[in-house]
């Protein structure tokens, strides 16, 4: 649904001069697992959401930028629009030409005008957005014309709306013609939306640049940013030339957009044929050439996991992250499982599909973030059956046995996916007869596709700290976090990664950060498990959510509370109580909103829980992190003035001053604790308090009406 109010309000304070991407200095290098050996350049290191890391390739690389605001995108556009009004060029000198329209139909369009005219364009889109763009696409790819749009892939609208995501938006158009080339991480978004804008300009086949809206479009990582001499080195100048030289013009006058009888139509639309059969070759070439410059080199499909692998997941965007480190574990236990990472889906080169299997393939577990209902199956299903059935019946099969091919769905709207579910499919493809058409994630207690998930199995790394912050939209609580992740990512050698939970209420509604800090770079992009330290920013949370479900034994916990030291402990609820004891917590209390009253910022509490989670997690040295809280709050509120300055040093001050550990007893009643949500029922009103209490999770298939 199009947030028509969400980026006015924002564009101004999007452009953040000093934390932009266009406006950083160097910093030491990365060095990413399984990368290869890298040429001597000049590296800078930067923590970004992944739709900032999408709109500095894109901004750069364009000189039209029709926009419309729609969830999880809606970014991209504020950044361009920002950078468009501060005039920071691109990478010809001159400014890009951001225009807002008034429907997501009308970007594609004027997207479609300006290509004619030989511009260089994008826009940014998710959901029913990039539905309202389906008819220009039809001619942008019939054209043969070049552009990149970019997608933070979100659910489309079907019982019910959704602004979380999926893959049901892009597979809605994989019949435009479109490529689609599909980003699993925040430093993949960076390279392979510089892939796409070269690519569509070599294969004159325009391209879909996709990746999981919010869990990789709003995601924070430590990458390694690419530079304006990189994004020069993989454009093709000649192809750039040959791009406007196709514009119309008067000079040289073409016809376009003719009407067809069935005399010539066919002919003329298998005449494109060259340019896809072609478009496979261009994208690996490019990744190639982007791997000569950074050492990260990328395939059409990437393998993962054991040699001789006899158990493989086929799988494409966030998903691939989570698979990835579940191999690893498991391969360490003697397991021949692995996994086959998509990144070119559209068009499908099944030759590169098949160079990527191992030959000691048995079983081939396809998994889609989509649903396609009365399909023979799901999309990836359908092509890499197709594919497998094609290679068996070929002259020179290259397998000696046909693989059996299976699928199954996952992750719909944003549905977690985690280390224990990617077990279980491959769990289930050492059954003599897998399941197919599965579903993995959910209870299906109707058609009974789901497959059993072992919930005890999890990978949380012990050298990475886990922090939970439970905190109210509008309360500065992740605001905070994205500082913290910044002065640890961008002033350490440590690697960092941060997810907001939003509710789909924003602002006023509950907030759930999940932020890891460790010494390589991670790739967790799952819900955190286990918690080191859980910070709960509002009192009232203690009796409507279990908040301390994902603190490990021993953590540290931190509440902001009205109530006195001497008094917290019996104000806390009975239930929480005998957990805090039962899990041999440390707990410790503030009173944030009376410290931020004093100073003036009235509910702002985010700089006193800031410095509080700093001075416990010991995540950095104390007097450091101090030191850097200062030093963010002169860059985000030095334009305020002095005053203002001056209020949130008093209140770092303050927050030490007023964090008091409270003792917990060495025994409670050590019964166990509740559970904050109600038993399954299909009753209306305890579903509803089921979903309120923040349980609609572990609700089966059967509670909900058709």
């Known amino acids: 649904m199009p947030d028509t109010t969400e980026r006015r309000a924002r564009t101004r304070k999007a452009a953040r001069t000093e934390d932009s991407p266009m406006s950083q200095t160097p910093n030491s290098s990365l060095s990413p697992a399984g990368a290869v050996p890298r040429p001597a ?25 029709a926009i419309y605001p729609i969830t999880p995108s809606s970014l991209m556009g504020e950044l361009a629009d920002a950078w468009s009004a501060q005039g920071v060029p691109n990478l010809f000198g001159t400014t890009p030409r951001v225009i807002e329209m008034q429907s997501e139909g009308g970007a594609a369009g004027a997207v479609h005008g300006a290509l004619q005219a030989g511009a260089l364009c994008t826009t940014f889109t998710s959901s029913q957005g990039l539905l309202l763009m389906i008819p220009n696409m039809y001619k942008i790819a019939g054209e043969l014309t070049s552009t990149v749009f970019h997608i933070a892939a979100r659910t489309v609208a079907t019982h019910a709306l959704s602004i979380f995501g999926d893959h049901s938006d892009v597979m809605a158009t994989r019949q435009t013609g479109w490529a689609m080339l599909f980003s699993s991480s925040v430093q993949e978004i960076m390279d392979l939306a510089l892939v796409s804008h070269a690519s569509t300009l070599e294969a004159r086949v325009p391209f879909l640049h996709v990746f999981d809206g919010f869990r990789t479009s709003h995601e924070i990582q430590k990458i390694e940013m690419l530079s304006d001499d990189d994004l020069r080195a993989l454009l093709p100048p000649a192809a750039m030339r040959a791009h406007r030289e196709r514009a119309l013009s008067p000079d040289h006058p073409v016809v376009r957009g003719t009407a067809h009888n069935p005399d010539t139509y066919f002919q003329a639309r298998e005449a494109v044929n060259p340019f896809y059969l072609a478009t496979p070759a261009h994208v690996q070439r490019l990744m190639d050439a982007l791997a000569a410059r950074t050492g990260r080199q990328y395939h059409l499909f990437d393998y993962v996991g054991a040699p001789d692998a006899e158990r493989v997941i086929v799988a494409m965007g966030s998903a691939c992250e989570t698979i990835e480190t579940t191999l690893d574990a498991l391969v360490k236990r003697g397991e021949k499982v692995g996994a086959v990472k998509v990144r070119l889906f559209r068009p ?12 000691t393939t048995k079983v081939i577990s396809v998994l889609d973030r989509t649903k396609e209902p009365g399909a023979a199956g799901e999309p990836l299903y359908q092509d890499v059956v197709t594919a497998v059935l094609e290679d068996a019946q070929s002259a020179s099969p290259r397998f000696a046995k046909t693989p059996r091919v299976v699928g199954g769905r996952y992750g719909l709207s944003s549905k977690e996916f985690t280390p224990a ?5 491959f769990d289930d493809a050492a059954r003599p007869t897998p399941m197919n058409h599965f579903t993995v994630g959910i209870v299906d207690d109707v058609t009974h596709t789901s497959l059993p998930v072992d919930a005890s199995f999890r990978l949380e790394e012990k050298d990475v700290v886990r922090a939970v912050f ?18 640890i990512g961008e002033q350490t050698d440590r690697f960092v990664q941060g997810y907001f939970v939003y509710d789909s209420k924003k602002s006023g509604a509950r907030t759930v950060s999940h932020l890891r800090f460790g010494p390589d770079p991670i790739r967790s992009p799952y819900l955190i498990e286990e918690a080191d330290f859980v910070a709960v920013h509002q009192f009232g949370f203690l009796e409507r959510y279990d908040t301390l479900a994902l603190a490990r034994e021993g953590a540290t916990m931190l509440i902001n509370t009205p109530h006195d030291p001497a008094t917290v402990w019996e104000r806390i609820p009975e239930r929480v109580r005998d957990e805090i004891v039962a899990k041999k917590l440390r707990l410790f209390a503030i009173d944030a909103f009376r410290l931020a009253h004093e100073h003036g910022m009235g ?13 416990l997690s010991g995540v950095l040295p104390r007097e450091d992190a101090i030191a850097q809280i200062k030093h963010y ?10 005053v203002v300055v001056k209020a949130n040093h008093a209140m770092v001050d303050g927050a030490l001053a007023q964090l008091h550990e409270i003792k917990v007893p060495a025994a409670g009643s050590r019964r166990a604790a509740a559970s904050q949500t109600p038993a399954p029922s299909t009753n209306g009103n305890d579903i509803l308090a089921r979903l309120l209490a923040g349980g609609g999770d572990s609700l089966p298939v059967s509670a909900f009406p058709v």
């Open 348 to 359: 499908f080169d099944a030759r590169a599909l098949f160079a990527a299997l191992p030959l």
């Open 633 to 642: 709050i002169q860059k985000t509120y030095g334009k305020r003035g002095e």
């Open 603 to 615: 509910v702002r509490i985010n700089t006193i829980m800031q410095t509080a989670f700093f001075a």
């Open 421 to 425: 579910m990617v077990k279980a499919v």
């Open 470 to 487: 439970w905190g109210l939209g509008s309360d500065g609580t992740v605001g905070a976090n994205k500082n913290s992740i910044k002065i």
């Open 41 to 65: 350049r000049e590296i800078r290191q930067l923590c970004l959401e992944g739709n900032d890391a999408a709109a500095h390739v894109a901004y750069r690389a364009s000189e039209v930028i």
